[in-house]
């Protein structure tokens, strides 16, 4: 009887040394795959928040202005905050009024272009700022003109460009200088075209001046710079880019004191 005890007891005890080791061999997995499943959330909830600011990232980058500032229709952007075309042509009206315009169009001068450069800053502030503060348009104006009319001047003593107003109009019109006209300046060649013929070849002048030297000029000029490309269109853009640092060098040699205040502000 007491060794038949004492084999159930040593059994016994050989069996609970067999389950405490499987205990102690499945513990850690049991913490493991606790461990995994309490991390599922947290992986879940880091993967939602990723998701929320891609997206709040891109949302960002939606209807972003392009380069004429122009906002996609879900922007968020009030159109009505901007001003209308009667507005803008209250402006016009109220520029005009600020400004004496020649009625001589059919030379180029510096009279012509300060004139129409002063107006359309005083135009553009108005429109801007909705408000009657034309403070700086006269130093913005001349500026301008300064530059512009030394595109005229260079080209002329070094291209033989000769300004014609029949020709200029033409092909302002062909090229589609006008017809690509922002609102805003659409607006006002419309004010100015009701006001005076004059008027509106003026403003016309002032805009596209430069356009207008480039294209009578261009095949020349090209080939006078002879810009290092097979593109024909990289080979205009370079050409142009060069020509106008050329002007820019005329300016700081026959007016030296503009790129003085240039530099000074």
Do not use: C
């Amino acid at each position: 009887m007491t060794k038949n005890k004492l084999i159930v007891l040593g059994i016994g005890l050989i069996l609970i040394i067999i389950l405490s080791a499987l205990l102690i061999v499945l513990q850690p997995e049991t913490d493991q795959n606790t461990q995994q499943t309490n991390s599922e959330p947290e992986t879940a909830n880091e993967e939602n928040s990723s998701a929320n600011e891609n997206t709040a990232d891109t949302s960002d980058n939606f209807n972003m202005p392009d380069e004429d500032g122009v906002v996609g229709e879900d922007s968020g952007v009030n159109e009505n905050d901007k001003p209308d075309d009667e507005q803008l042509k209250e402006y016009a009206h109220r520029a005009l009024d600020n400004v004496d315009l020649p009625e001589d169009t059919d030379s180029i001068s510096e009279e012509l272009l300060r004139a129409h450069a002063e107006l359309y800053s005083i135009y553009t502030q108005m429109a801007e700022l909705e408000s009657d503060d034309i403070d700086g348009s006269q130093e913005s104006a001349e500026r301008i003109m300064r530059e512009r009319y030394s595109w005229y001047e260079f080209s002329s003593e070094e291209y033989g460009f000769t300004y014609n107003e029949d020709d200029f109009l033409t092909v302002a019109e062909t090229e589609g200088y006008i017809e690509d006209a922002s609102k805003r300046a659409a607006v006002l060649f419309e004010v100015l075209a009701n006001e005076n013929d004059d008027y509106y070849t003026g403003q016309l002048v002032y805009q596209y001046l430069q356009p207008y030297i480039w294209h009578e000029i261009a095949d020349e000029a090209i080939a006078y710079y002879d810009p290092a490309s097979e593109n024909e269109q990289e080979r205009e853009e370079a050409a142009e880019r060069m020509f106008a640092q050329d002007v820019l060098e005329y300016i700081g040699d026959e007016y030296p004191e503009y790129l003085e205040g240039e530099s000074s502000q």
